[in-house]
């Protein structure tokens, strides 16, 4: 029942013209206005032979506080279509528009967090690599940025390694360093691509962990690229399925019900095997929109 049904049903039977009036006007379906919209895009990029499509025609919506997940086998698109939202790289067709203005290019509203370990300079210390882009990009003063970043290596577990260089981290203490330089930008979007895919498991899974609690308790929004089903059920809220090359929109899943503590789960192994078959198996290119 609507909210508007349910005003109409409540309501005195001589309520007033006013009132009346007032539980006539509908009410609109559709929630706040995504924060980040994919429109139709396509992207392609060029080889010394020929021209690749990366993607084709892929649209999507990411609201505010939601882990959205890109899914898909590799050379799909999906790191491609994070650097187009990114600004990286501009589409050849459609638009992505964040607040509702076109991405024309990079910007500290968008804060990508990559696969590689090596991507804090070695020559900065922990304090220093978080604070470097909010020096460069002058969005605070030396002090503000000090503060700013011991506050953010605090959340990820880090403050008692501030003083340190990246080469006496683990490469789970070095991605921890990456999140929390992304997280003191406060970006609109957090874009993560494949962030955790070169840790063992072990280690992955304590990342999955930690990125979980901060979002519970910072609650960011999230564009995160991954080849592991169980990874995006255990990260996202919602997943895109992206088709093997060139990457189209194949399916959108609903994954808020999972967790870490769901895997092994019957539930959880189904929709597993559903999102297998929805990749791997011939079955046409169109988008279903599942529960």
Not at 2 to 16: E, K, Q, V, W
């Amino acid at each position: 029942m609507t909210a508007a049904t349910a005003a109409l049903r409540t309501a005195p039977p001589f309520a007033s013209v006013a009132a009346s009036a007032a539980a006539a006007v509908p009410v609109a379906a559709a929630g706040p206005a995504p924060l980040l919209q994919v429109e139709g895009v396509s992207l392609e990029y060029r080889t010394p032979e020929r021209v690749v499509r990366a993607t084709h025609r892929v649209s999507f919506d990411v609201h505010a506080a939601e882990r959205f997940v890109l899914l898909g086998p590799s050379g799909c698109g999906k790191s491609t279509l994070l650097k187009a939202v990114a600004g990286f790289i501009p589409p050849v067709e459609g638009e992505v528009r964040l607040d509702g203005r076109a991405v024309r290019g990079p910007g500290p509203d968008r804060i990508v967090v990559f696969q590689e370990f090596d991507q804090l300079p070695p020559w900065k210390t922990v304090k220093q690599n978080v604070m470097f882009p909010l020096l460069a990009s002058r969005s605070l003063g030396r002090k503000e940025a000090e503060a700013r970043a011991l506050h953010w290596l605090d959340r990820v577990g880090l403050a008692k390694f501030a003083g340190v260089h990246p080469h006496q981290l683990s490469g789970g203490m070095k991605q921890r360093v990456a999140i929390a330089r992304a997280l003191a930008m406060q970006p609109r979007v957090l874009l993560m691509d494949e962030p955790f895919a070169a840790l063992d498991a072990l280690t992955r899974r304590r990342m999955q962990e930690e990125l979980l609690a901060l979002w519970e308790e910072v609650r960011f929004t999230l564009l995160f690229v991954t080849h592991s089903i169980e990874e995006a059920l255990v990260v996202g809220s919602r997943i895109a399925l992206l088709s093997p090359h060139p990457g189209r929109m194949r399916a959108e899943i609903n994954s808020h019900a999972f967790g870490l503590a769901s895997q092994g789960g019957t539930d959880f192994q189904a929709a597993a095997q559903r999102i297998h078959r929805l990749l791997f198996e011939h079955e046409p290119q169109a988008t279903e929109t599942a529960a």
